[in-house]
């Protein structure tokens, strides 16, 4: 007969928490977390920073019970439990939630270690754990992720946190998230234990007092600390990196290579048809941006990345057509940003005489392409025939309207998932065309889907779901605003209207919606914006927002309904 020994229960994990925080001196424990780290080093390491706190995660049922808890483990029941941005964020990316479902706080009660150093036990209280965040918390009780132990930076300065991380990473250690608390202000790098590490906590927290924003960036990245000067020549290159990938594409050079059998770029380049020197030169650099990979052992020859197997025309969620549009005529609308944020008018439009839309329309090869870079997104829309608006049409048999749906790709997906859906797609008659011939080849989606060829002063009544996915951040608010105005009348009272797109944070934190927001004013005079310029948009139109969920891709999902 088998047993197994019971989890650990919270009280039993605080206590041990406090014991491991009493018996620490610093530069044993920074030797025994980085292996390897000793003489100078360690000392200038010991200088710079001291061992702080031992953290976990409880999820008692309420307050009065984490109050008991901390008192049976021997730790202070008092003390303000403030809101922990970091941790909350990453538990909501973790279990694909929006960061406002959770409520994640922290308090740190006192421990005092072996010379009476003021320390503490950073304990991370998770809410509501019998009601939607019991999911969450039952699987980060088993895995234990937000553990870890800290040490706080004596005067940080940038000099000081560069030098520290480039320590840290130097003997074995990985950057693992961070993040600003304001409510603290305090910035928060974490690191994933070296394998070798002797002490029972994989994780570790550097804790800087103040706003550290441009190193934690760094951090984030994944980028080792530089000059500054390398930093932007590191940045400056980035353009080199997009018509690399554009090349790639161009050559089809990852048609001609495979993930598992390495080759040279003599026998490539009698493929793809270009010099073999040249073609060296820029396999190295694609190596170095991780799209091929040089075979260990034999130099020169390489293969394909799982990165650079998307870069292939037929392959599931390629990218070939972005990498294409991205190195051609978006990258030459790039080049006229300083004219675009002189005057407001799209670099797109200085560039070419006409607005995105139009010259595309009337190239019907360029148009095709950007309907195909479009598909390169379709990731974010893995969820959405489980959203419960769809789901709940799809059981009924209603009807799903995608307003300038492209080739139906969205639409695809719910008709597919819920066969007594019905669907309408609205858009211009050169896409209507591509997307009628598209959806025939999907099973029975074609004889559901009514295909209409109009613009949103055309949007179909009397359906039950209606659908912009990515539309509304290619305009400004006006014309958002007259969008949303033309979807509203046509939505009976009781439709709903989901809205796809990337949100931008109300805070500094890196997003790709940050970097969508250029490449929008740039090349289509849009913008992307927060869930409440949402909000007010919907309002002036006589809609409301219900409330929004994340989708793969920092993309969000709106949901809102007629008032």
């Known amino acids: ?91 909501a990316a973790r279990h694909g939630l929006g960061a406002g479902e959770l409520d994640v706080r922290i308090l740190r009660p006192a421990v005092y270690g072996p010379g009476g150093e003021r320390r503490a036990v950073e304990v991370f209280v998770l809410t509501d754990p019998a009601g939607s965040a019991a999911a969450v918390a039952a699987e980060e009780r088993a895995a234990d992720r937000e553990a870890h132990l800290a040490f706080d930076v004596e005067r940080p300065d940038p000099l000081v946190l560069r030098g520290l991380r480039a320590g840290f990473l130097r003997h074995g250690a990985a950057p693992d998230g961070g993040g600003y608390n304001p409510h603290e202000d305090g910035t928060v790098f974490y690191f994933a234990a070296p394998d070798e590490t002797k002490t029972p906590y994989r994780r570790v ?77 820029l396999l190295r650099y694609l190596a170095m941006v991780g799209v091929v990979a040089e075979e260990p052992g034999a130099r020169g020859t390489f293969r394909l990345t799982e990165a650079g197997l998307l870069l292939r025309e037929d392959a599931e969620g390629s990218v070939r057509a972005l990498a294409l549009m991205y190195g051609g005529p978006f990258y030459e609308s790039f080049a006229r940003l ?75 997906r719910l008709l597919t998932a819920h066969p007594a859906l019905r669907g309408v797609l609205l858009e211009r008659a050169h896409v209507v065309e591509a997307a009628r011939t598209r959806l025939g080849t999907v099973g029975t989606v074609a004889e559901r889907c009514a295909f209409v060829t109009g613009d949103f002063a055309d949007v179909p009544p009397d359906g039950d779901v209606y659908v912009l996915s990515r539309v509304l951040h290619d305009w400004d608010d006006e014309r958002c605003r007259e969008i949303l105005r033309h979807c509203a009348a046509a939505m009976p009272p009781e439709a709903d209207l989901l809205i796809v797109e990337r949100l931008l944070p109300e805070d500094p934190t890196p997003s790709l919606a940050t970097a969508w927001d250029l490449h929008m004013m740039c090349n289509t005079g849009g913008r992307e914006r927060t869930a409440a310029a949402y909000a007010r948009l919907l309002a002036d139109a006589g809609l409301t927002l219900v409330g929004h969920s994340p989708l793969p891709l920092e993309a969000h999902v709106l949901h809102a309904r007629r008032r």
Do not use: K
């Open 338 to 412: 300083a004219h675009t944020v002189r005057t407001g008018e799209p670099g797109f439009e200085d560039r070419y005489g006409e607005n995105h839309f139009d010259h595309f329309a009337h190239d019907p090869e360029l148009a095709a392409r950007f309907d195909r870079s479009m598909t390169a997104s379709a990731p974010m829309f893995d969820p959405l025939p489980q959203h419960p608006v769809v789901a709940a049409a799809g059981a009924s048999g209603r009807t799903v309207v995608d307003i300038a749906g492209g080739t139906g790709e969205l639409l695809g």
């Open 205 to 281: 927290e550097l804790y800087a007092r103040g706003d550290h924003r441009d190193v934690l960036a760094e951090h984030l990245a994944g980028r080792p600390s530089s000059h500054p000067a390398e930093t932007l020549l590191r940045l400056l290159t980035g353009a080199w990196t997009t018509q690399a990938l554009a090349a790639c594409a161009e050559l089809r050079l990852a048609e001609a290579m495979s993930p598992s059998t390495a080759r040279g770029s003599e026998e490539l380049a009698s493929v793809v048809g270009a010099r073999p020197e040249n073609l060296a030169t």
């Open 1 to 91: 007969m088998t047993t197994t020994t019971p989890a650990p229960t919270d009280v039993a994990r605080l206590r041990a928490a406090a014991d491991f925080v009493r018996e620490q001196e610093t530069p044993d424990l920074l030797a025994r977390v980085l292996p390897g780290l000793d003489g100078p080093e360690l000392r200038a390491m010991t200088e710079r920073c001291r061992f702080a706190h031992a953290a976990l995660l409880v999820s008692p049922p309420d307050e009065r019970a984490l109050r008991t808890e901390l008192a049976a483990a021997g730790l202070s029941p008092d003390g303000e439990a403030r809101p922990s941005v970091v941790v909350r964020d990453r538990l």
